[in-house]
């Protein structure tokens, strides 16, 4: 007989670092510390992350406490170095190194206030005794201005200057200046719509109507429209797609090949660009020479980032745009 638990490897399970075991035995904490710090380290080290954003309330669902007293605790937690956040309030949380931690709660200096105070005629004020003012007292005075610290001072990792957050979306007032990321996300979810394409022409509207408070949720909304009304991205009647896309592959033999010539996104691209001009309508006398010039880059800048010069990239409005001027 023997007293072993082997693990069951099929329900999964979490490999923890010796130090941050050790540290986790050895720390003076609350139980409500205790289980708030053993429910955030299992969503960020159990799931292999340095930090991530956690709510009051998914920590109260794991541990069977009032949201109200998680957030206590991830106070208290953040003001001892067990824990740090990235940004503001609503930042990612992580598990500080265990060699910051301060591992007893350290104990408020002895007050010098009295513990009673004597009064003998209650019904006039002037007779209550005043209490002595104190280090300790925390007694706030209108000449003595309270002095706040911003959170990303007090919440960042020790050593580490907090980095200021970028918005995803801006406008300059010409143009809009967007996340490659969320400009990548945008393309899955109103494809065949050129997303890039729209974000120019959501531009040439905005910079002459007043500004907008949220311009993320404005080109959202743009983009929604736009879907709304082309479902299918631009009609291919009259146009030769299909001859356009063989011209690349004979021309631009050693750029990736379309290995889906039916993608939606990209013959709407290529329907797009033919639209915009009628010197893009003129079949070989365009696109061959256009193509020639694209076969000698090596690399063009596409949804934020160096990529090789595919076709799908070739025919987005901005390097289109580029490619041709210079083709002429």
Request: glycine share 4%; aromatic share 8%.
């Amino acid at each position: 007989m023997t007293n072993i638990v082997h693990f069951d490897k099929s329900r999964g399970f979490t490999r923890m670092d010796n130090q941050l075991m050790e540290a986790l035995a050895a720390v003076h904490l609350s139980p409500a510390e205790f289980k708030t710090l053993h429910a955030i380290a299992r969503m960020t080290v159990g799931y292999q992350l340095q930090e991530r954003r956690i709510t009051a309330e998914e920590v109260a669902k794991k541990t069977n406490i009032l949201p109200a007293h998680v957030s206590r605790a991830i106070s208290s937690l953040l003001a001892r170095r067990v824990l740090y956040r990235v940004g503001g309030s609503r930042g990612d949380i992580g598990i500080c190194n265990p060699s910051e931690w301060v591992y007893e709660e350290p104990k408020a200096d002895k007050s010098t206030q009295p513990k009673s105070v004597e009064i003998t005629k209650i019904g006039s004020v002037a007779q209550i005794a005043k209490l002595p003012i104190s280090d300790d007292s925390l007694l706030y005075k209108k000449e003595i201005p309270l002095v706040t610290v911003p959170t990303e001072q007090i919440t960042a990792p020790q050593g580490a200057e907090p980095a200021p957050i970028a918005p995803l979306v801006s406008f300059t007032g010409e143009d809009f200046e967007v996340d490659a990321a969320l400009i990548t996300k945008w393309a899955a979810a109103y494809s065949p719509i050129d997303v890039e394409a729209e974000i120019k022409r959501a531009a040439a509207w905005a910079s002459g109507s007043k500004p907008k408070k949220d311009w993320r949720r404005f080109l959202v909304n743009w983009l929604g429209r736009e879907f709304k009304r082309n479902p299918n991205g631009a009609s291919e009647i009259g146009i030769p797609v299909d001859k356009i896309i063989d011209l690349y592959h004979k021309i631009c033999p050693n750029l990736p090949a379309v290995t889906v010539a039916s993608d939606k996104v990209l013959r709407s691209m290529i329907a797009e660009r033919w639209n915009e001009s009628t010197a893009h309508q003129s079949g070989q006398g365009f696109w061959l020479p256009f193509f020639q010039k694209a076969n000698n880059r090596s690399q063009v800048f596409f949804r934020g980032a160096n990529v090789a010069p595919r076709l799908e990239a070739l025919v987005s409005r901005a390097v289109f745009r580029e490619i041709s001027e210079a083709a002429q």
